[in-house]
């Protein structure tokens, strides 16, 4: 019998011994979450870890317990090697010091002499057993660690855990679980699967980042994505010490001056087609710059504008970001907005989803996807208005084909 996704996610994680955890390059509170609560647990199992993210941090998750564990560069990851040929010379010595952060090798040679043309240069295998790839739904998510380290990736074992419906099915293992609310939502699974052979693990800290990922996934049990699983999974992490009090008030009910700042330049370019349902607003570098706030900011915004706009259906924020024009969706629904970021080349959730175009000026940027956002409402209202004419049609053919009630004689 097959062994299911999470049966060869205990299997590898049990064989390797050093463990690269990374997660997108966007990070939020799911990423953030994931990352932390496994570094822990995995350490706590005795492997090496590094724990990665392209990305900054928000500022908003600066509360967290270890938060400094997550790194940006990937310090290790294989030897550098220095290969000297002993064709024209044999080696009798070989010494070396540092001087001014440089490394002075010094060979000397039986008989003859080495040249520049005897030395050659070459990196050696990857230090790591197994990558594990975490809220990504492909690998070009993971930003400049994957694009510096191609190689590494196709070379090392790949354990691709998400809840994501783009996930690309990357890894050579691949968790991917559309119902569940959140990536930290599968972590519990797996750190009980863990449990059951090395013992208690989880801890208040580690409950508390996965308590993390599963409100700030369903915007504190507002979307969608809530469920009665992550509900009980949220329960069971709050009786294992996870802090409810703390993840609500730090991330949800207290904001930064810059924050505020932000959400003010937003609500001041607020435009909408209220009769369709589209709202919109937009984010410059300069309002970036003038606020001070960070990109972590713009996601709690533009989940705000969808559940407190009356009317809207479909949510767009415009951001410039690297030099790139970033587009957040959200949907309230009967919107896939999923299938809307793929078609530019991003992806997400069925509600929530996003993606960048590039080469674009801001303006541009907002005409195509507006005008692609309008043709998706009204060919869905002409849409349900034609299933309505067709059923009113149909029900009138019935009343016709009745015969009427012939009078007794």
């Known amino acids: 019998m097959d062994l299911t996704p999470k049966q060869q996610a205990t299997q590898a994680i049990k064989e390797a011994q050093k463990i690269l955890l990374i997660a997108h390059e966007e990070l939020d509170g799911d990423a953030i979450g994931s990352l932390l609560a496994l570094n822990y647990i995995l350490s706590k199992i005795g492997k090496e870890v590094l724990t990665i993210s392209s990305g900054s941090i928000p500022a908003v998750y600066s509360f967290l317990s270890d938060i400094d564990s997550i790194k940006k560069d990937m310090d290790g990851i294989k030897d550098f090697m220095i290969f000297l040929s002993e064709e024209h010379a044999k080696v009798a ?34 230090h ?55 990536v930290c939502e599968i ?4 750190i009980e699967a863990l449990e059951s052979e090395q013992g208690k693990l989880m801890n208040g800290n580690a ?55 932000i959400w003010g330049k937003i609500l001041s370019k607020l435009d909408s087609y209220p009769a369709l349902g589209l709202v919109w607003s937009e984010v410059t570098k ?14 709690q915004a533009v989940n705000n504008l969808l559940y407190t706009t009356e009317g809207a259906k479909i949510v767009a924020l415009f951001s410039e970001s690297n030099g790139m024009i970033k587009v957040s969706l959200r949907s309230t629904g009967g919107f896939d907005v999923a299938a809307i970021a793929r078609d530019f080349g991003g992806g997400g959730h069925e509600k929530a989803a996003g993606f960048k175009m590039d080469g674009l000026e801001l303006e541009e940027a907002k005409r195509i996807v507006l005008k692609k956002l309008r043709g998706i409402i009204l060919g869905e209202q002409t849409s349900l208005e034609t299933k309505e004419e067709n059923r009113t049609q149909i029900e009138e053919r019935k009343n016709e084909s009745i015969p009427a009630k012939i009078p007794e004689s």
């Not at 970036?288 to 996601?299: H, R, V």
């Open 207 to 261: 409950a508390t980042a996965l308590l993390l990922g599963i409100m700030t996934d369903t915007n504190l049990f507002q979307n969608p994505a809530t469920t009665s699983k992550s509900l009980t999974v949220a329960a069971q992490l709050i009786a294992l010490g996870g802090d409810r009090d703390l993840i609500a008030k730090r991330v949800f009910q207290t904001h930064s001056y810059s924050t505020l700042k």
């Open 93 to 126: 010595r070989l010494s070396y010091k540092l001087e001014d952060n440089r490394l002075k090798i010094v060979i000397s040679p039986k008989a003859g002499n080495f040249s520049p043309n005897d030395v050659n240069f070459a990196y050696g295998d990857f």
């Open 187 to 190: 972590l519990v699974s797996l």
């Open 128 to 182: 790591y057993d197994l990558i594990i790839i975490l809220d990504a739904d492909a690998l070009e998510r993971l930003g400049t660690i994957y694009r510096e380290n191609t190689e590494m990736f196709y070379k090392t074992d790949t354990l691709n855990i998400d809840h994501h419906v783009s996930n690309t099915y990357f890894g050579k293992i691949n968790w991917v679980d559309e119902s569940a609310s959140s």
């Open 286 to 299: 300069s309002d970036l710059d003038i606020t001070g706030a960070d990109e972590g900011a713009l996601s």
